[in-house]
Each structure stands twice: as structure tokens, then as C-alpha cells.
């Protein structure tokens, strides 16, 4: 039987806006837990089918709604530094060893979720056993002018909550044309990106893949081939200069960004959930 657990978040560790979880569990105890983190513009319950597949195969999880995403406070896509969302995760961990106290833990994260997550792997690595990501964000997959970048980091410091459309739409997610049409029709998936957002996450996709080399836990990593979110490149040279003995790369011909939002979706939870139970 699939229990699903949800409600705002009691900050323990740090302060912030509130926060919101969604919380996913089978068999008691279960062989793993996973603490997962959302991309930018997400939000936990959106993986609530993932979730009950994992769940399925022994596998718990917990998800939050970070700062300015889905049920949580915060200005939507705001954040004031990236170590903000850091914070937030340290709520995340906590929860985990609330609801799982014991249970081996992995990390997984999509998109911006990816680049915390792999932040998250390499600052405190302890507490868990592996790192599982799709279509991590350590990269845009249009590049930007050097101009625009320019003009970017002014903005950030003179008017860092002013919002530009994203141009992001749900057929650019996935070939689920029930889905995307989802996408594009959900309240809750904001469609601006914020200046400060943007300076920040490229700051920490910098120092992410400079300190790739001191990660070595078990990495999986997969991604589809026609991305058009996440730099694929950019991807690849965190995977190739991640210091982990054991790492694999799973790259899926013509899926677009949400791969596991895509047809071919369960079949790539599964294989995320194979990589979880073969390091308990």
C-alpha cells in the first residue's frame, strides 16, 4: 500500500519562507529513502508518479517545495543567493531522517534540482549513499551572448527581483502532449525567471563543475539527447570530471528535458530506482 504524506514544513535548522513537503512510503521500513529536489519553476508533487514507482520497489521518498516554488512562501523564483536554496534543502535532510530515521539515503535531483543536489553530494557528502540526476541544469542549453550576460549580472545587482519571461513551454518539456499541455496550464509553474535567480545559478554552476573532481559516491546521470533547457555539454563535463569510481551515463535519444515526464518515462524511474536498491 502506497501512504502519501503532505504539509508545511516546521523550519528546524535555518530561516526562511515556509516550506511545503510531499512525502511518499510503502513497505515499513523501506530499503531506501530518497530526498528529492525540484527544477526551477517546480514543485515536489509533480513527481508524485515517480514517487509511487519508487515506492513500489521499496523505495521511500520526500520532496520539498523550495523557496519561491509551488505551495511554499517566498517571491516566486527569488532568491537572495544561491545558498538559500541550501537552506531549504537542510530542512529536506532533516525530514529525511524524520521519516526514515536509519534507512540508507540518496540524493536525487532534476534540473536546478540537479545542481543542488550535486552541490548538496560534494559540501556534505555523509549522510548519503549516491547521487542520481536528470537533466541537471549546469548549463543553459541556448547560449547567451556575452552581452546579455553582461547585462544580466547589472540587472541582478540594480534590480535583482525584476522577472523575464522564460520562453519556457510544456512542448519543450516532453512529447506527452497531455503533459505539456499540463505544463503550460498549471498556476503553480511560474513562467518568469528572476535576474538574481539567474546570476546566481550560473555562479554555482561554475563552482559546481570546478569542484566536480572532489565527488566520488556513486553517480547516475540521464538525460535526453534534444534537451532544450540544460546544456547536454555542460552535463557530460560534470559527469567526466566527477571524481566517483562508479558512475553512469545514460543518455535517451530524443527526449526532451522532463524525461521522466516523457512516454518512456517509467521505464527511466525504474532504472533510477535499480541504481538506489543496487547501492543500499
Not at 565527488?215 to 567526466?240: C, H, I, N, Q, W
Amino acid at each position: 500500500m502506497v501512504r502519501h504524506d503532505e504539509g508545511e514544513v516546521v523550519r528546524g535548522k535555518t530561516n526562511g519562507p515556509r516550506l511545503y513537503f510531499n512525502a511518499t512510503s510503502g513497505q515499513d521500513p523501506p530499503r531506501a529513502v530518497v530526498a528529492l529536489v525540484h527544477g526551477y519553476a517546480d514543485y515536489g508533487a509533480r513527481y508524485a508518479h515517480v514517487a509511487d514507482a519508487w515506492t513500489e520497489r521499496g523505495i521511500a521518498s520526500v520532496a520539498i517545495d523550495l523557496r519561491g516554488h509551488g505551495r511554499a512562501g517566498g517571491r516566486r523564483g527569488y532568491c537572495e543567493r544561491f545558498t538559500d536554496y541550501l537552506d531549504d534543502f537542510a530542512e529536506l535532510e532533516m525530514l529525511v531522517e524524520k521519516r526514515a530515521p536509519g534507512v540508507p539515503r540518496f540524493l536525487f535531483g532534476h534540473s536546478f534540482g540537479g545542481l543542488i543536489a550535486a552541490a548538496v553530494a560534494i559540501a556534505n557528502p555523509a549522510p548519503w549513499r549516491a547521487l542520481a540526476l536528470s537533466a541537471p541544469y549546469f548549463g543553459l542549453a541556448l547560449d547567451v551572448p556575452p552581452a546579455k550576460v553582461f547585462a544580466g549580472k547589472l540587472v541582478s545587482r540594480v534590480i535583482p527581483m525584476l522577472g523575464l519571461p522564460s520562453g519556457l513551454k510544456g512542448a519543450d518539456m516532453t512529447h506527452d502532449t497531455a503533459r505539456a499541455r499540463a505544463y503550460d496550464a498549471d498556476p503553480l509553474i511560474f513562467k518568469n525567471a528572476t535576474a538574481r535567480w539567474f546570476t546566481e545559478a550560473q555562479a554555482a554552476q561554475a563552482r559546481t563543475l570546478e569542484r566536480a573532481p572532489s565527488l566520488t559516491m556513486p553517480l547516475y546521470l540521464v538525460m535526453g539527447t534534444e534537451d532544450r533547457v540544460a546544456k547536454m555539454a555542460s552535463a557530460r563535463a560534470f559527469f567526466d570530471a566527477a571524481g566517483s569510481a562508479d558512475k553512469t551515463w545514460n543518455a535517451r535519444p530524443g527526449l526532451f528535458h522532463e524525461v521522466l515526464n516523457e512516454p518512456e518515462g517509467p521505464a527511466i524511474a525504474d532504472g533510477i530506482a535499480s541504481f538506489v536498491l543496487g547501492h543500499v
